[in-house]
Antibody, heavy 121, light 107 residues
Framework: EVQLVESGGGLVQPGRSLRLSCAAS????????MHWVRQAPGKGLEWVSG????????GYADSVKGRFTISRDNAKNSLYLQMNSLRAEDTALYYC??????????????WGQGTLVTVSS | QSALTQPRSVSGSPGQSVTISCTGT?????????VSWYQQHPGKAPKLMIY???KRPSGVPDRFSGSKSGNTASLTISGLQAEDEADYYC???????FGTGTKVTVL
C-alpha cells in the first residue's frame, strides 16, 4: 500500500524558515518524480514544486521561486521542502504527492494527508 | 502565470449530467494532451479521476469522462450521484498547472 506521510509543519513567524518532510513507502521511491502541492484555508490547490526521480529536473511555482528548495533522498525514501523567508500567504496545508512517471508529468496519483503551515506573528 | 479558469460551481439532480470546463491557453491546455482532473471531498486529499485528457485510472467509475477542444478541457459526470458532490480541479502539464476549482452540488 502506497503511503505518504508529511511532517514538519507548524506555526512560524514571518521571515523565518521551516523544513517539511515526506516519508514514502509502499512503492519504489526512486522510480518516480515527487511534488509538493499546497492549499490555503478555504482555497484551491496550488502546485508548489516538483522533482524528478534523480533530482535532475526541478521546478518551482513563481510564488515560491528563490525562497523554497525541494530535495529528495532516495536512500531514505524521503522528500523535503526547505521553506525560507516565509510570508503570511504561505499559510496552507502542504501535500506531498507522487507523480506517475520518473519525470515531471504533473499527474498526482497518490497524496499524503498534508501538514499545516501557519505563518503568523 | 494565471490559474486555469473553471466555473465556481455547477449543480445537477441525481441521474443528470454535469460538465465542468477548464480554460487555459495554447501554452498549457491547448498545447499538450496532458490534462488531469482531481476530486476533493471536504477534509480529504485530492483523488486522481482523469489523466491524458480522457483516461480513467482503475477504480474510477465510467460515469466520469474527459475531453478537450482547443484551449478548453472538460470533465463530464454522467448519472450524477450523491457521492459525486465535491470540489473538482483540472491540471495541465504546463503553466501554473491547477485550475481554480469547481464545486459540484447534487441537488
Amino acid at each position: 500500500e502506497v503511503q505518504l506521510v508529511e511532517s514538519g509543519g507548524g506555526l512560524v513567524q514571518p521571515g523565518r524558515s521551516l523544513r517539511l518532510s515526506c516519508a514514502a513507502s509502499g512503492f519504489t521511491f526512486d522510480d518516480y518524480a515527487m511534488h509538493w502541492v499546497r492549499q490555503a484555508p478555504g482555497k484551491g490547490l496550488e502546485w508548489v514544486s516538483g522533482i524528478s526521480w534523480n533530482s535532475g529536473s526541478i521546478g518551482y511555482a513563481d510564488s515560491v521561486k528563490g525562497r523554497f528548495t525541494i530535495s529528495r533522498d532516495n536512500a531514505k525514501n524521503s522528500l523535503y521542502l526547505q521553506m525560507n523567508s516565509l510570508r503570511a500567504e504561505d499559510t496552507a496545508l502542504y501535500y506531498c504527492a507522487k507523480d506517475v512517471k520518473q519525470w515531471l508529468l504533473y499527474y498526482f496519483d497518490y497524496w499524503g494527508q498534508g501538514t499545516l503551515v501557519t505563518v503568523s506573528s | 502565470q494565471s490559474a486555469l479558469t473553471q466555473p465556481r460551481s455547477v449543480s445537477g439532480s441525481p441521474g443528470q449530467s454535469v460538465t465542468i470546463s477548464c480554460t487555459g491557453t495554447s501554452s498549457d491546455v491547448g498545447g499538450y494532451n496532458y490534462v488531469s482532473w482531481y476530486q476533493q471531498h471536504p477534509g480529504k486529499a485530492p483523488k486522481l479521476m482523469i489523466y491524458d485528457v480522457s483516461k480513467r485510472p482503475s477504480g474510477v467509475p465510467d460515469r466520469f469522462s474527459g475531453s478537450k477542444s482547443g484551449n478548453t478541457a472538460s470533465l463530464t459526470i454522467s448519472g450524477l450521484q450523491a457521492e459525486d458532490e465535491a470540489d473538482y480541479y483540472c491540471c495541465s502539464y504546463a503553466g501554473s498547472h491547477f485550475g481554480t476549482g469547481t464545486k459540484v452540488t447534487v441537488l
